[in-house]
């Protein structure tokens, strides 16, 4: 079992004083609970991707580059990585660079994305996201294991002996975890892949609390295999409120 911290990077106004932070404040605000997460012990620091008001964290991996150079054990992830307006090509490059600066300590959770003006400003449909997210998985996988790579799919231009460079670190990819609130599709191909599923609950002000019926947090779990496909063992549950 591993424990851990993420955060949406939202700029709210803090519930003591009422004052609104700046982005600048809340990003070092970020840094510096990654930094303290490692110092208490915690195992994995998770930030997640936004390109909306009131949220800061539009470059993940920018900021887990930078939290990578202040760390030495904490295990960096996303929660999540939008894998329907992000190129997978890209994804591919960022998340091996960010291995390399991490020494390993980078693990990648994906998600559609649920808010719906997203998708335009990255030319996508949000009606396409289950398309879009198993497509997009599908040559994020095979960029990652496979040196040369000629591929054609429906979303984007085609590739033609293409190699996503660097390589992931010592030949084995980040481990991923697959988000979803209510998806089966995501469930399915996260167990085809045999990989992390992180599975979303969220309530109305009108719910009852979690553990009376009611739930408000996510759980990582790992229902069909006790080790991934690059042997890495895998933690039964990885999670938070």
């Keep these: 079992m591993q424990f851990g911290i993420f955060t949406v990077g939202d700029v709210t106004p803090d519930p003591t004083t009422g004052r609104t932070p700046s982005?600048?404040?809340?990003?070092?605000?970020?840094?510096?609970?990654?930094?303290?997460?490692?110092e208490v012990g915690l195992d994995v620091f998770a930030t997640g991707e936004h390109h909306n008001p009131p949220f800061v964290p539009s470059s993940p991996t920018t900021m887990l580059g930078y939290i990578a150079a202040q760390t030495d054990r904490i295990i960096l992830s996303t929660s999540t990585t939008l894998i329907t307006t992000n190129d997978p090509v890209k994804i591919a490059e960022d998340f091996a660079m960010l291995q390399h600066l991490a020494d390993g300590r980078v693990d990648l959770m994906m998600g559609r994305g649920n808010t719906g003006p997203v998708y335009p400003w990255f030319g996508k449909d949000i009606r396409q996201g289950i398309p879009l997210a198993i497509e997009n998985y599908a040559l994020l996988h095979q960029l990652w294991r496979e040196e040369?790579?000629?591929?054609?799919?429906?979303?984007?231009?085609?590739?033609?002996?293409?190699?996503?460079?660097?390589?992931?670190l010592d030949g084995v990819a980040p481990f991923v975890w697959h988000g979803s609130i209510r998806s089966p599709e995501i469930a399915e191909q996260a167990a085809f892949r045999k990989q992390g599923?992180?599975?979303?609950?969220?309530?109305?002000t009108d719910e009852p609390p979690p553990g009376r019926g009611g739930g408000s947090s996510a759980s990582r779990r790992w229902p069909w295999s006790a080790t991934s496909e690059g042997g890495r063992p895998v933690p039964a549950v990885r999670g938070g409120p």
Aim: aromatic share 12%; no cysteine; hydrophobic share 40%.
């Design 197 to 204: 599923m992180v599975r979303g609950w969220y309530r109305s």
């Design 148 to 168: 040369v790579v000629d591929w054609q799919g429906r979303f984007r231009t085609p590739l033609q002996s293409f190699t996503s460079t660097p390589r992931p």
């Design 23 to 38: 982005e600048h404040e809340r990003i070092k605000a970020m840094v510096a609970i990654a930094r303290k997460a490692e």
